[in-house]
């Protein structure tokens, strides 16, 4: 019984979905025209309040992904500019790389010194010496024990301890060097010696009435078979002069043109020259100024014709010998 009333049911329900179908299909006007437009009414105003509800969830997804999509583009972004900032860093080093290479076969040309470039990769104390750097060529390059070292601006020390692949320097300013030097521009020579401080040489003077001034340059004067110390190699410049010429002993302070807390390329001296370069190796001086011939002399003023200042640098110039009559 209750599947004969289920079937029956079923029955009306498919006769009534056709006849909707029907009408729906054939449209025009009438009661279930009338009917269609209040259910369309009806669940329009349910769709639109739907819409309000449920539109700032469906913003919020929105938003989220387009966050999301944000922060993948700054997370690139930053990326990118890290890999720049490298990039940047890299090729500044590069140039300075580039730079003390070639300031340092400058030198090496000016002084005909055959030299085997390197690089700095260690600092620190070794052994007895306070001041030395480790370098990054040994035996397998050539190099021995005594040999000077050099970079572009003047000497940096010597090779203390030689490796297969790597060296240890000992720098000019350890307390323990001692280096044979000359004043520039003439033949007084003196003995120069380390004090620890990366700044400052002392250079005792072998000739107590010798005439040194401040701002005069000091260069090697030289070693046998040019080791430990190659002749010529620029050492630094005179900052003070402590004692009067005559006094038994006669010290002046002495700035390197080397900076020793700022080494990276240097060169190690494998030959020395066959001539002594002498002061060809020192750098360029500024050219003096010519005076104004037009100008009134100052009868004040007296000149030392032995004298003539080139730069920072005051070197004696020889004078010619008076004719006879």
Do not use: C
């Not at 269609?36 to 929105?62: H, K, N, Y």
């Amino acid at each position: 019984m209750f599947q004969r009333r289920a079937r029956l049911i079923i029955a009306v329900l498919i006769v009534v979905a056709l006849t909707f179908a029907i009408l729906d299909l054939r449209g025009g006007k009438g009661p279930f025209a009338t009917f269609r437009s209040v259910i369309g009414t009806a669940l329009g105003g349910v769709e639109r309040g739907g819409a309000t509800i449920f539109s700032p969830v469906l913003a919020i997804g929105d938003w989220w992904g387009t966050w999301g999509d944000q922060r993948d583009q700054i997370n690139a972004l930053q990326a990118e500019n890290q890999d720049l900032n490298q990039l940047v860093r890299r090729s500044a080093e590069d140039r300075a790389r580039a730079d003390a290479l070639d300031g340092l076969l400058k030198v090496a040309g000016a002084g005909r010194y055959r030299i085997t470039p390197a690089e700095v990769i260690a600092v620190g104390p070794e052994q007895e010496f306070s001041w030395t750097v480790t370098i990054d060529i040994g035996t397998q390059d050539g190099i021995e024990r005594d040999m000077s070292v050099i970079n572009a601006d003047g000497l940096v020390g010597r090779v203390s301890a030689v490796h297969r692949t790597t060296s240890t320097v000992v720098l000019i300013v350890d307390p323990s060097m001692s280096v044979g030097a000359r004043i520039a521009g003439s033949q007084e020579v003196g003995i120069l010696s380390g004090t620890g401080d990366q700044n400052s040489l002392e250079f005792q003077m072998l000739d107590p009435l010798a005439n040194v001034d401040v701002g005069t340059a000091l260069v090697t004067f030289g070693s046998k078979n040019g080791k430990p110390y190659a002749p010529g190699i620029p050492i630094g410049e005179v900052t003070e002069v402590r004692g009067t010429a005559g006094q038994l002993t006669r010290v002046a302070a002495i700035k390197p043109f080397a900076r020793m807390s700022a080494l990276s390329i240097v060169g190690v001296v494998v030959r020395p020259p066959r001539t002594d370069p002498r002061d060809s190796v020192l750098p360029a001086r500024p050219q003096i100024a010519t005076p104004d011939s037009s100008a009134t002399p100052d009868p004040t003023q007296t000149a030392n014709p032995g004298v003539t200042s080139l730069g920072s640098w005051s070197n004696p110039v020889p004078q010619p010998s008076p004719k006879a009559p």
